[in-house]
């Protein structure tokens, strides 16, 4: 069903039916709109780190500490006294001519990165095949098998992060990036499903994602409050992000087919856009439609990632890696859309977990007409 | 909203005025002895704000004055200042006079400029006081008065080589006397009806200006009554039409209705967080502006059908409630918006907005009793006896019960005889709102148990909260409850035997309005009954003869 008119005005409606009548609500047209909370790389983690039989990955701190002399330790560390977060500047000044070596990862040659190696983790299968041999647009790569037994999985860009302290549980990398997101009001993701007859099963919706200019209205708990307005990004009285693909509701949970989606990113005092080529959403929405967790799917490109990696700032340091492994190891296990002219594959498969809250998308058209009021 | 008001047709008004002209005509009051009120909280803050400007802030909190016969303003006029008042209203003085008399708000208020600003200059004070003077005590001073505060000046200004000192502190002391603090009703001798009084033109028109605009009267009120001009009917007709179509009359609506809808309870009204995170502390002040928003949009400025303010699905909406009524907020960056509800939405009207909705349950859950009970005490007039002081509430707050339901609850609560007959004409209305949680957020099911909404009113069933609605709008005792009320709250006193008549007479004329409250603001306000007074035994009540001694003395 079409309608991006549809927005706000039947989204009343529409939630008012889920709430007090949900057997009924089939019966009117609506809207339902999320923004995203939290954004996790999909990571499967054993209890004894089976996926990485050679343990975690070495940071570019200890790099760094192994090339000094004595005596330079003593003098750049002051005996000691600057410790690893204080000294981030120093060590990823490894260059020959102490160039940042996160900036500019091909400067310097450290020992290969750690990967997974085991056999499971979350995600779908993008290249169709069921052995991950090269396609016109893939590259081999080895498959995965999710935990509850689906086999077929890509995602390279678990096998990439997979043994690495920064992304595993603890890690900074993504829960400094959330909670960023949380405080700033940068790179909120609006995702809005239109076309829904019933929330609850509708085999024909649009799902289209925007950029949020608010940030979120939380409660004193510190977690959003559901059924909150966001704003839409507009540039020239059109909204900034407005990528769509089209899915269906089945049981509550949404299932987009695929399509490539530019999303806005902000973590760690980086702020990205990627395009998410073959983005697919599988999104459970909770039975009072306050919330909804899911995962997103797709190829992440490695230009894009490696361009978030080498900003991360202090985060490297206590993340445990080398960006130049990184940086190789990424185009090594990059498996898909291939290079025209080299033939090698410049995207991740990847998997994303989400969560996420109810909410409102005012639309470009609707906030001129309130500021006019 | 208040440029609304300003371009609301003087027509309105006119029709109005012609329908009183051809309509019945207003019987014979018996009026009531002259009194002094106490000025509320809000009315000293709006005539301070008028006097001096916005750029004057203070703090502070009066004696609270308790609710009689339904209103806040009828305690105003049993009220005395304690000792603790006195003590905010002095520190109040000293602080709005030091800021009025400040090198930034001094050159805006002091029209002249003194010959040296180190020494007194008794003409400069003296055309100051006058003029401030006459504002605070809404007439002019008396020459004993301003003689007295002059001196006051002059003397503070010599002592501390600082002419503002001295206005300081005689601005404080006018700020500080029950001239200002109360409404004194002054009367005089009435001319048409000999052996009669009548009030003064100044306390006709303070009389006036407090219903309006919940503040003083201006220079131009005062000026009219001066000239004698409200004295006929021609003349408090054009003073009235001139206020209803000020930005202040807002003010006016605002204050009669935060009264007659008891939104004072707005000011103790908490919400488990655990239960209700979405009603915050914003929450809670929008849900009061939400109403009174509403309120003013609907009778003063579109000047609409009164009872239909319960079935309306207009509303205004901010980000924090718009969260609790899950719909999308127009302006997120924290401003208000207009919004409709569809029509088969189950909210209709104020009593589906969450201002009622909250204010009238419990902390952490709803309460059908206490909504049932503000709709016969609060919009329909009615008494409900309170509750027996020995009543067992313990099957009613059994979490365990197998009565999931608020209405299963109640069922087996009334049981019990003592409680039977108060609940019998407070639950069947309450029922009617329980899709509805303790935070005024839609629900459908209570425990898992769906929730039955429908109930009856004096005996005539209804469906759900819209049902509840048109019931509310079409009961006579809605339009009746309104006037009766607003007759006092304009009177500052409940209404007596002796008004019987009058109060008919409003109310057919209510009726005959269309129900309009702007319309029949206006007929109160230019009525004889407002501003008609009755002698007592002496002639004067004792306010009145210990102030007109000083009075005769100019």
């Not at chain 1, 993701?189 to 949020?212: A, H, K």
């Not at chain 1, 980086?270 to 959403?281: Q, R, S, Y």
């Not at chain 2, 028109?205 to 005062?222: H, I, Q, V």
Request: charged share 25%.
């Amino acid at each position: 069903m079409n309608t991006r008119l549809a927005a706000t005005a039947g989204a009343l409606a529409f939630l008012a039916a889920l709430s007090l009548r949900p057997s009924m609500a089939a019966e009117q047209s609506g809207t339902l709109t999320f923004v995203v909370r939290d954004w996790f790389t999909a990571m499967y983690e054993s209890r004894f780190m089976d996926e990485c039989p050679e343990g975690l990955n070495v940071g570019n701190d200890e790099y760094w500490w192994r090339g000094l002399s004595k005596k330079d330790r003593a003098r750049l560390t002051e005996d000691g006294l600057v410790q690893t977060l204080n000294r981030h500047n120093l060590a990823v000044a490894r260059g020959p001519k102490g160039e940042d070596v996160c900036l500019i990862p091909t400067l310097v040659k450290d020992p290969p990165l750690r990967v997974v190696e085991g056999k499971l983790a979350y995600g779908e299968n993008l290249d169709g095949t069921t052995d991950g041999h090269a396609t016109a647009k893939t590259c081999k790569h080895t498959k995965f098998t999710t935990p509850d037994g689906k086999a077929g999985i890509d995602n390279q860009l678990y096998r990439l992060v997979g043994c690495t302290y920064g992304w595993r549980k603890g890690g900074l990398v993504d829960l400094n990036a959330n909670e960023m997101r949380g405080t700033s009001g940068l790179g909120m993701i609006l995702i809005e499903i239109t076309g829904v007859d019933n929330p609850r099963n509708d085999d024909d919706v649009t799902v289209t994602f925007y950029r949020s200019i608010d940030q979120f209205a939380l409660d004193s708990a510190g977690t959003p409050l559901p059924f909150s307005t966001y704003r839409i990004e507009t540039v020239d009285g059109k909204p900034r992000y407005a990528d769509s693909v089209k899915g269906k509701i089945v049981n509550g949970v949404l299932e987009t087919g695929r399509g490539d989606v530019r999303l806005p990113f902000y973590g760690n005092y980086n702020f990205i856009n990627p395009v998410i080529k073959d983005l697919g959403l599988k999104l459970e929405i909770a039975e009072d439609g306050r919330t909804a967790t899911g995962m997103v799917t797709g190829y992440y490109d490695v230009e894009s990632f490696m361009h978030y990696v080498s900003g991360l700032g202090v985060a490297i340091v206590i993340s445990y890696f080398s960006c130049n492994a990184m940086y190789e190891a990424a185009q090594k296990l990059a498996d898909g859309y291939p290079d025209p002219k080299t033939g090698a594959c410049t995207m991740l498969s990847s998997a994303f977990k989400i969560n996420a809250f109810a909410a409102f998308a005012l639309h470009p058209e609707k906030q001129s007409r309130q500021a006019a009021r | 909203m208040r440029a609304g008001l300003l371009k609301l047709s003087s027509s309105v008004i006119a029709a109005a005025f012609l329908l009183t002209a051809c309509g019945p005509k207003e019987p014979q009051s018996s009026g009531a002895p002259p009194d002094m009120r106490r000025l509320t909280e809000e009315q000293y803050r709006n005539t301070i704000l008028d006097i001096f400007g916005p750029t004057i802030t203070y703090g502070g909190r009066f004696d609270p004055l308790a609710r009689v016969d339904g209103l806040i303003q009828l305690d105003a006029r049993a009220a005395r200042v304690t000792p603790a008042g006195f003590e905010q209203y002095y520190a109040l003085a000293r602080s709005i006079a030091a800021q009025a008399m400040s090198p930034a708000n001094r050159a805006t208020l002091v029209a002249c400029k003194p010959t040296a600003v180190d020494a007194p200059d008794d003409a400069c004070a003296q055309a100051f006081l006058t003029e401030v003077g006459r504002l605070l005590y809404r007439r002019p001073l008396t020459a004993t008065e301003l003689s007295l505060s002059v001196k006051a000046a002059h003397d503070v200004a010599a002592e501390r080589r600082d002419f503002y000192e001295g206005l300081t502190y005689s601005l404080s002391g006018l700020m500080m006397t029950p001239k200002f603090l109360f409404v004194i009703d002054m009367t005089e001798p009435d001319p048409v009806r000999p052996g009669q009084q009548r009030l003064t033109p100044y306390a006709r028109a303070t009389r006036l200006s407090y219903l309006l605009w919940n503040s003083a009267p201006d220079t131009m009120l005062l000026d009219a009554a001066a000239k004698g001009a409200l004295d006929s009917a021609d003349g408090l007709e054009k003073q009235a039409e001139r206020m209803m179509e000020s930005p202040k009359f807002e003010n006016g609506v605002r204050a009669f209705f935060t009264d007659f809808l008891d939104l004072q309870k707005f000011e103790t009204l908490e919400k488990d967080q655990v239960i209700y995170p979405t009603f915050n502390v914003k929450a809670n002040e929008d849900a009061k502006e939400e109403l009174l928003r509403t309120i003013v949009d609907h009778v003063a400025v579109r000047d609409l059908d009164y009872r239909d303010l319960f079935t309306t699905r207009r509303t205004f909406v901010s980000p924090p409630l718009a969260r609790i009524y899950k719909v999308p907020a127009g302006r997120p960056d924290g401003g208000w918006s207009t919004y409709e509800f569809a029509k088969t939405d189950p909210r209709a009207g104020i009593l589906t907005q969450i201002a009622f909705l909250a204010v009238n349950s419990h902390p952490g859950r709803s309460s059908p009793t206490i909504r049932g009970r503000a709709i016969r005490e609060t919009l329909l007039c009615q008494k409900v006896p309170d509750p027996p002081g020995d009543v067992d509430f313990s099957k009613f707050n059994d979490n365990n019960s197998p009565d999931k339901t608020a209405k299963a609850r109640l069922t087996s609560h009334r049981t019990a005889d003592a409680c039977a007959g108060c609940h019998k004409i407070t639950d069947p209305i309450g029922l009617g709102l329980e899709n509805f949680d303790g935070a005024g957020a839609l629900r459908s099911t209570e425990n898992g148990e769906t929730i039955d909404p429908s109930g009856d009113l004096d005996g005539k069933p209804f469906k759900d909260a819209a049902g509840l609605a048109q019931q509310i709008h079409d009961n006579p005792a809605t339009s009746s409850c309104l006037v009766n009320r607003l007759y006092s709250y304009a009177l500052g006193r409940a209404p007596q035997r002796d008004d019987k008549d009058v109060l008919a007479y409003f109310q057919s004329s209510f009726a005959g309005d269309g129900y309009s409250v702007r319309k029949l603001l206006h007929r109160i306000a230019t009525s004889k009954a407002f501003y008609d007074v009755r002698p007592t035994s002496a002639g004067t009540t004792p306010a009145n003869a210990a102030l007109s001694h000083e009075e005769s003395k100019s």
